[in-house]
Each structure stands twice: as structure tokens, then as C-alpha cells.
């Protein structure tokens, strides 16, 4: 079981910042794409936002604008940097890795991490 490692969530009023951060281990590599998804109480799992590892990036439309999504190939990590946190942006956060090679089984496929709320309210 690959353990990706979330930091950065919390209580925010409305207008402020966050930063995510999700660490994978160092058995973890080739990674592809990443991404951060987030699951609001009653409501689906969605996209957030994407990074090939060419660090092309993809944004829902809820979020263009105001949340920046970056990775560290080297370190095997990925932040979201959020801004101008609105109520609505209320959700747990998830990491995902697309097609990360595990060292430990050389199997390939795809990781989620534990959840991370994030709470917007004053």
C-alpha cells in the first residue's frame, strides 16, 4: 500500500490562502500525470486540478484563477496553492498519482492519498 502524505489543509476565512501539499514515497517513480480532487459533503468527487509531468496544467472552471497546481519531479511531491478561498471551495482534498511505478512491487497503477479537509468559513 503506497502511503501519499497530505499537509496543508485547515480552517480559512473567506478570501484567504492555503497551500496543499502531497509527498509520495521514494519507492514511488515514473509518475504521470498528478492531480488534486475534492468531495464536498453530499456531493461527487471532482477534479480540481492536473500536471503532466511535463508540468502542463488543467483547472476546473471553480477554480481557474485562483488556484495554482505545481510539481517537483526530483522530490516526488505536488502542492496546490490556493487563493481567494471562497465557502464553496469547502471539501476534503484528495492526491492522486496516474500510473506511478512502485518499487516495492513493480507494479504500476494509480494512488490516492488519506483526505485533507479544507474548511472556508468566517
Known amino acids: 500500500q503506497v502511503q501519499l502524505v497530505e499537509s496543508g489543509g485547515g480552517l480559512v476565512q473567506p478570501g484567504g490562502s492555503l497551500r496543499l501539499s502531497c509527498v509520495a514515497p521514494?519507492?514511488?517513480?515514473?509518475?504521470?500525470?498528478m492531480a488534486w480532487y475534492r468531495e464536498a459533503p453530499g456531493k461527487q468527487r471532482e477534479l480540481v486540478a492536473s500536471?503532466?509531468?511535463?508540468?502542463?496544467?488543467n483547472y476546473s472552471d471553480s477554480v481557474k484563477g485562483r488556484f495554482t497546481i505545481s510539481r517537483d519531479n526530483a522530490k516526488n511531491t505536488m502542492s496546490l496553492q490556493m487563493n481567494n478561498l471562497k465557502p464553496e471551495d469547502t471539501a476534503v482534498y484528495y492526491c492522486?498519482?496516474?500510473?506511478?511505478?512502485?518499487?516495492?512491487?513493480?507494479?504500476?497503477?494509480?494512488?490516492w492519498g488519506q483526505g485533507i479537509q479544507v474548511t472556508v468559513s468566517s
Open positions: 500536471i503532466t509531468p511535463g508540468s502542463r496544467t
Open positions: 521514494e519507492t514511488i517513480s515514473s509518475i504521470g500525470p
Open positions: 492522486k498519482l496516474v500510473g506511478a511505478l512502485d518499487r516495492v512491487t513493480w507494479l504500476r497503477g494509480d494512488h
